[in-house]
């Protein structure tokens, strides 16, 4: 089923990207295009198929290890906050989000 | 000097018949002459390079080098540098300085090698041409109106050039296995887990996998030996004891079981790839290789479920660009929603978008099972059919891509089109294996066919050695582009 330009308005908006009504048609003509092809494999009968979420699931060591629960990073929130567009007292700056 | 192997370098550098500094100076002198015309670098600090090209002829005087002290090589833009711009191709990062090395780097710099620079590419990976790049698109040194493929193509043109010994590069679903069949290299994308991805900016984190681009198969093994190994800061990188990916450089070729997917020589393949692809195997079998038929059927779903799982993973990832702690932040805003979108909208390409959009769909409530979770399943499925086939042969081989480097723009209004140029190197990383692509010779406009070798987790080793015994006796890797003549 092909995407409407309400459905890509509501993508853009669960993605935070702004898309404007001029480039809204370009990107649902593209979009839908995209979602043509993956269509092929929707139609693949797979009951009963463990997902791979794991490219080398059977190898040692593989799957999400846990560390030990210690502090191994030094402070260095000043070299961070040195690339950030808007700091203040150590603190990132952002619009105002509480009236 | 210039066309020279890793190996050949490393000798020369270790007889003292050239020192670092004159190598390094080589090197900086031929990217200040070509690089205009090629874009293969987005960043080149040579006083930096030459720096560190000093530090390693003292650790050679000292005593103290290891093999590859003092070779320079470049890394793909998607490595974060200290001290030097990580920009991933994109304007978002475009101001981008990293506090912190990834861990390949980290590995170069602790065995002495010089960072020439930081190479072009498509924007966060996303593309196989390189014209996704904020910077413009790196040129084919072949044929500087065709694109050097995609997204390690800076690496790949790079090193196809001679601008420098070897890069790094980045495959995801073939990002440097294609650019290296383009541009007439070497690249291995290795079994997923062995390079560590720490400080490589993600794409999609169950595929990426970093690994070498370079002139022959002797020299990716040589660079595969810093860049392999066991990372804690990877909490996806194996533990397993370190390799010696030369070992199997001598192995005979007698007895190998070679198989042919019937899929990977079908319709919609340029006939001199198929040509050129043909003749590599009978030489392979002409040493006493077996050829083995085989079949690989889900191999036709690999690009669709590609482009739902990639997506997916690059929505996810791509959302800390925000415009709050580093990167790209947009001038006017509203509120904070509207901060956010205005800095992604402006911050991201077109090609980076439209797959964060694609992305966020299949994720959102009420798709997530007829897609993410159905492209697993179907992953599963095309990861078995290699298994099948791995208890038949020992390496699969095929073309790296279905035709040669094509025009630049040629595909520029046509995503779809561009994505099925990864047909043939999209099912190994699905699947985790390692698979390389080398030179096997050129079509009738002289552009570089690359032959692909995939084999099962882990048999790094044993592509490279199959590689290295076909270069013994073929010179298509030493081959130079007439346009960067030596």
Redesign the interface.
């Known amino acids: 089923m092909p995407l409407s330009p309400d459905e890509i308005q509501r993508l853009a908006r669960l993605a935070r990207l702004a898309v404007s009504p001029e480039e809204g048609e370009a990107v649902r003509a593209q979009l839908n295009r995209v979602l043509g092809l993956i269509d092929e494999m929707r139609a693949v009968d797979t009951a009963g198929v463990e997902p791979m979420s794991h490219a080398v699931a059977s190898a040692p060591g593989a799957g999400q290890r846990l560390r030990a629960d210690e502090v191994t990073e030094p402070d260095r929130h000043a070299e961070y906050q040195a690339l950030a567009p808007a700091v203040e007292r150590g603190l990132y700056l952002v619009p105002k989000v509480i009236e | 000097m210039l066309n020279s192997t890793l190996s050949e370098l490393a000798g020369a550098l270790a007889r003292r018949s050239i020192s670092s500094v004159e190598l390094t100076r080589l090197c900086l002198e031929r990217i200040a002459r070509l690089n205009g015309a090629l874009n293969a670098f987005i960043t080149v600090d040579a006083e930096r390079s030459l720096r560190e090209a000093g530090a390693a002829d003292e650790r050679r005087a000292a005593g103290r080098a290891g093999s590859l002290t003092g070779i320079p090589l470049a890394h793909k833009d998607i490595y974060c540098t200290r001290g030097m711009l990580t920009t991933c191709g994109s304007r978002m990062l475009a101001n981008?300085?990293s506090?912190y090395d990834a861990h390949v780097v980290e590995r170069f710099a602790a065995a002495g090698t010089v960072l020439l620079g930081k190479t072009n590419m498509d924007e966060f990976a996303m593309g196989s041409s390189n014209e996704t790049s904020h910077f413009g698109p790196a040129k084919n040194p072949w044929d500087t109106a065709r694109v050097p493929g995609g997204s390690s193509g800076g690496s790949a043109a790079a090193v196809a050039a001679r601008l420098a010994p070897a890069a790094t590069g980045t495959d995801t679903g073939g990002s440097i296995r294609q650019p290296a069949a383009f541009t007439g290299v070497c690249g291995l994308k290795p079994?997923?887990?062995v390079v560590s991805r720490y400080g490589l900016i993600a794409f999609a984190s169950?595929?990426d996998q970093g690994g070498p681009i370079a002139k022959s198969a002797e020299d990716l093994a040589l660079l595969m030996n810093v860049m392999g190994g066991?990372d804690?800061r990877d909490?996806?990188s194996?533990?397993?004891a370190a390799e010696d990916y030369t070992r199997e450089l001598k192995a005979p070729l007698a007895g190998l079981r070679i198989g042919l997917p019937r899929e990977y020589f079908g319709a919609g393949i340029a006939p001199a790839v198929l040509a050129r692809v043909r003749e590599a195997i009978a030489w392979f079998e002409a040493r006493g290789a077996r050829l083995v038929e085989l079949e690989l059927p889900?191999s036709?779903?690999a690009?669709?479920?590609y482009?739902?799982i990639a997506p997916a993973e690059a929505?996810s990832n791509l959302?800390r660009f925000?415009?709050?702690?580093?990167?790209h932040?947009t001038r006017d805003?509203?509120?904070?929603?509207?901060?956010?979108?205005?800095t992604?909208?402006e911050g991201?390409g077109a090609e980076v978008?439209?797959r964060?959009?694609?992305g966020?769909?299949?994720l959102?409530h009420g798709y997530y099972d007829?897609?993410y979770?159905?492209?697993?399943?179907?992953?599963?499925?095309i990861?078995r059919d290699f298994a099948e086939a791995f208890g038949r042969c020992e390496l699969i081989m095929g073309p790296t891509a279905p035709s040669t480097a094509f025009a630049l723009g040629a595909n520029r209004d046509?995503?779809?089109q561009m994505?099925l140029n990864d047909i043939f190197t999209i099912p190994a990383?699905?699947?985790?294996l390692p698979a390389l692509s080398i030179p096997c010779g050129f079509d009738a406009a002289g552009l570089p066919v690359g032959l692909q070798l995939t084999g099962n987790?882990?048999t790094e080793a044993r592509l490279l050695g199959a590689a290295h015994r076909y270069q013994q006796e073929t010179d298509w890797h030493r081959r130079v582009p007439a346009a960067t003549p030596l």
């Open positions: 981008f300085v506090p079994t997923y887990g169950s595929l066991h804690a909490s996806t194996l533990e397993r889900n036709r779903l690009v669709p479920v482009y739902v929505s959302s925000d415009g709050v702690r580093y990167g932040r805003y509203a509120d904070l929603a509207d901060m956010y979108c205005r992604r909208a991201f978008k439209r964060i959009l694609i966020t769909y299949v959102s007829a897609y979770l159905q492209a697993q399943k179907v992953r599963r499925l990861a046509d995503p779809v994505y990383p699905l699947a985790g987790h882990f």
